[in-house]
């Protein structure tokens, strides 16, 4: 058990990739560690699109980076300042070179015909899963969530009833992670009810 807990406190957030290719069967882990998730009446409604294809993730980035552009754009208007200091602390950038270094793509939909048996928070479930595979294989990802992220049902041909989720870039860090950066203490997320 305390392997586990070891993951989870290891586990960092990549946004820099080598280009190594990862092993098919690294890859197959991760997502089969995602359909071991528990899902809502065991639907399991979601759908993982697989993308390695350079042309679709160079898309992909590029379509990321205009929806990217015209949100922060919005939010400059509506002066949500707060929101974009946070964003420059954490050196976020429009542009996502990510979404084109890292050798896999990993796109998570959630099938919205299942919206009454909790679709989106199994699906989310299941990314959760392949996070920590992926750090459990020596992958490393980020949980990349353009808005709006609709143009990806578009790029990969997939039908509008699957709602876009996340996308996951999956490979190996080209830096070594940096383990800072705080997280919170227990007692000031919860409270007891005795």
Not at 156 to 184: C, F, H, M, T, W
Request: hydrophobic content about 35%; glycine content about 2%; proline content about 6%.
């Amino acid at each position: 058990m305390d392997e586990l807990y070891d993951i989870m406190r290891r586990r960092r957030t990549t946004r820099k990739y080598r280009e190594t290719p990862v092993d098919q069967e690294l890859i197959q882990r991760v997502i089969q560690a995602g359909i071991y998730a528990p899902s809502g009446s065991n639907k399991s409604p979601y759908l993982v699109a697989v993308v390695q294809n350079p042309d679709l993730k160079q898309r992909i980035r590029e379509e990321a980076e205009r929806v990217e552009r015209r949100f922060y754009q919005e939010k400059r208007r509506a002066k949500e300042s707060e929101f974009l200091k946070w964003v420059e602390t954490k050196d976020i950038r429009v542009t996502k070179s990510f979404l084109t270094d890292a050798p896999v793509l990993l796109a998570v939909f959630e099938n919205s015909e299942w919206e009454d048996r909790h679709s989106i928070e199994s699906t989310w479930l299941t990314i959760a899963y392949m996070i920590l595979a992926a750090e459990n294989e020596g992958l490393s990802t980020v949980t990349y969530t353009p808005e709006p992220k609709d143009f990806l049902n578009e790029i990969l041909d997939i039908p509008s009833i699957y709602r876009p989720q996340v996308i996951l870039p999956l490979g190996y860090a080209l830096e070594k992670r940096n383990k800072e950066g705080r997280r919170p203490e227990i007692e000031e997320r919860v409270r007891y009810y005795r």
